[in-house]
T-cell receptor, first 112, second 122 residues
């Protein structure tokens, strides 16, 4: 069983839609939960990170962590064509959090 | 924000040759750098952790004699793919930590990723 599972998609939505991206994990020791956006042939860039459980909001993006279900989500409101990319979840264990465990990424296309 | 660069951005080489990829932290000193490999439509897989001034720590299944890592300074780590073969063709991405940017509450320390190097071995 992989440490982190993520539906690879592809996911296609119309502009303005709410997008929901999800990951599940098996290691209960994970405390850091990250979402990255990766454009084609580029390195990942951090969108948000969450420590332990709860919600975090940043503009149109909301990250949720449900540790009881070992399930994390990223919501994108009012999606834009520029949001078209691959979204990767990642997790790590404190205190150093050295190794990041990545999901396979979900490919998202927002259609104008 | 912290910037990490990689050079070259892409390289094509013949089978059997060696290729060196550089990873630089441009505006911070990185005591730890990481090397990942990403195959098409797959996730990033950690290959090794590189600590300045010491030997790299390789993940299980990664051949340390094939993937040579040198972290000679606080701003530069290099990955050399020795005797490259077509199966080594992949997207190689490095990341670096800025120890000065550790979150005071959670102790979370972000990894900043480079833009990646696409290696094609013919």
């Amino acid at each position: 069983q992989k440490e982190v599972e993520q539906d690879p998609g592809p996911l296609s939505v119309p502009e303005g839609a709410i997008v929901s991206l999800n990951c599940t994990y098996s290691n209960s020791a994970f405390q850091y939960f990250m979402w990255y956006r990766q454009y084609s042939r580029k390195g990942p860039e951090l969108l948000m990170y969450t420590y332990s459980s709860g919600n975090k909001e940043d503009g149109r993006f909301t990250a949720q962590v449900d540790k009881s279900s070992k399930y994390i989500s990223l919501f994108i409101r009012d999606s834009q064509p520029s949001d078209s990319a691959t979204y990767l979840c990642a997790m790590s264990v404190p205190p150093t959090g050295n190794q990041f465990y990545f999901g396979t990424g979900t490919s998202l296309t927002v259609i104008p | 924000g912290a910037v990490v660069s990689q050079h070259p951005s892409w390289v094509i080489c013949k089978s059997g040759t060696s290729v060196k990829i550089e990873c630089r932290s441009l505006d911070f000193q990185a005591t730890t750098m990481f090397w990942y490999r990403q195959f098409p439509k797959q996730s990033l897989m950690l290959m090794a952790t590189s600590n300045e001034g010491s030997k790299a720590t390789y993940e299980q299944g990664v051949e340390k004699d094939k993937f040579l890592i040198n972290h000679a300074s606080l701003t530069l780590s290099t990955l050399t793919v020795t005797s490259a073969h077509p199966e080594d063709s992949s997207f190689y991405i490095c990341s670096a930590r800025d120890p000065g940017q550790r979150d005071s509450l959670s102790s979370y320390n972000e990894q900043f990723f480079g833009p990646g190097t696409r290696l094609t071995v013919l």
